[in-house]
């Protein structure tokens, strides 16, 4: 069965870290864009960060850049997001996902570039 499977979500106050990482089951990321998605409740689905696996090239939404990190794992052989200085607005499920990795073309910051997701991981920001 082909999924991916988030972790490393949790509770943290803020000012604090926490590393994601995003592990594929029944395939590898090689020929993939990655990226990583979060939802509020009542907001919809935006795109965090994503990266390129054949040429680790990465895009951020504004908000999080200088914060937050995409990199390749090649230990663990997963896509992690690395979040620092955690503010109460980052609370949110947040999701990875796979999508076409264009060659010409940053990896998408839009949900529907992606159409294979996740299952979530919670992360709450809270003192």
């Known amino acids: 069965q082909l999924q991916l499977v988030e972790s490393g979500g949790g509770l943290v106050q803020p000012g604090g870290s926490l590393r994601l990482s995003c592990a594929a089951s029944?395939?590898?990321?090689?020929?993939?864009?990655i990226g990583w998605f979060r939802q509020a409740p009542g907001k919809e689905r935006e795109a965090i960060s994503c990266i390129k696996y054949y040429d680790s090239s990465t895009n951020y939404k504004d908000s999080v850049k200088g914060r937050f990190t995409i990199s390749k794992n090649s230990v663990n052989n997963t896509i992690d997001l690395q979040m620092n200085s955690l503010e109460p607005e980052d609370t949110a499920v947040y999701y990875c996902a796979t999508g076409r990795a264009g060659v010409r073309t940053p990896c998408m910051m839009i949900p529907i570039g992606y159409n294979r997701w996740g299952q979530g991981t919670q992360v709450t920001v809270s003192p």
């Open positions: 029944g395939f590898t990321f090689d020929v993939y864009a």
